[in-house]
């Protein structure tokens, strides 16, 4: 089978001494890191070990925004990551998300082509109002209305109500074609205590769906969420989540209960356990993802690992590493003479892999997926280009 290693600089390279003062004093300064990727992995009950099944890379502009993220799908039978999904993002002046469209790869034309497009407003006070999605005609090549949601905000600005329409193509209008929507309870700390889902029924008129309700500690950390549908004209309880928190207030577990019976008993039905890095916090990294943490004072995750109950006993499932790095001269907005700059290829590489870069090499450290050192070489003539051999090393993604 033919070795395909897939390289990412998560690890900074150690450069010459005079450009690691630099570097480490830049660093200090901007006293921040980023989300640089994170690799999902399944767990194959057959062969009882983990297989790679995605691999996410981000990228940032200078205010650190992500303004790109690519989705590479792991091929088990060439073991190698292939080019799958792609977001490209915009923001406006405060930063506030503005605009998104999301690429599938299309190998036949070795291009992304477009798909779907997002674009959300805001109020005078920043919230969310409005969300529309639209979707890539093929024929025509334009972009045709999908859908909209509607958002309604308190006079604290806490979201209460949200309606999700689509769009119809007969009558080109939003019309009466809604589908669902949302209803919120705030408490007086503004905490979220119900969420009711509704869906637009015969007649056209909102009907129960299914409602959540929530409970929290005195820290205001979400303790329980207990979910129940409204199959026959009454709340019926199906699944029950209680979530557990350590000593710094990082969710470290969850666990989802299924009720089954007419006496209210439960069964274990899934669960999901999360790792951090405590040497971190939100406060201190660039975070990518849609939704912001609550507490910037938390820990960023390094780790999450689901499982599944079944016949009583709990399984392996999936699980997420996140992997962090320093701000770079392309994610920092500073000068590219201050912060190294370096590329790697071929990346797929058999084993061979030069590495390229602004300032001279002194060593290079590969790690494998675990943070397991496997690799480490000495360049004594501290040249700012060097080949390593890593044919060595079995299939997989290493970071250097």
Known sequence: MKKTITLSILVILIYAKNTIAQSQSIYKKTNKIMVDSFVTERYDTTLNQYYYSGYYKYFYDSTGKSTSRIFRNYNRSTSTFELNTKYDDTYDQLGYKTNETYYLWNSSKNAYINKTKTVWSYDNNKNNIQTLSYAWDTINNIWNYYSKTTNTFNSNNIFTTQIDS??????????????????????????????????????????????????????????????????????????????????????????????????????????????????YKYADIYWPFEISPKNLQNNIPVGLLYKYFYQGKWYNDRKQTYYYSPVSNSNSGIQEKEIPSTSIYPNPSNGLVTINSNQDIANVNVFDITGKAVHKQENTNKVNQTEIDLSALNNGIYFI
């Open 166 to 279: 689509l769009w119809d193509k007969t009558n080109n209008n939003w019309g009466t074609n809604k589908t669902s929507k949302y209803e919120d309870q705030i408490d007086v700390n503004g905490n979220t205590t119900s969420r009711t889902l509704f869906y637009w029924a015969t007649g056209n008129v909102w009907a129960p769906n299914t409602k959540n309700e929530y409970t929290y500690n005195n820290l205001n950390y979400k303790i329980s969420d207990l979910e129940s549908s409204y199959p026959s004209g009454n709340w019926s309880k199906t699944f029950i989540t209680t979530y557990e928190y350590d000593a710094n207030g990082n969710q470290i577990n969850y666990l989802i209960s299924s009720y089954y019976g007419l006496n209210g008993a439960t069964a274990n039905y899934k669960s999901l356990t999360r790792t951090y890095n405590l040497s």
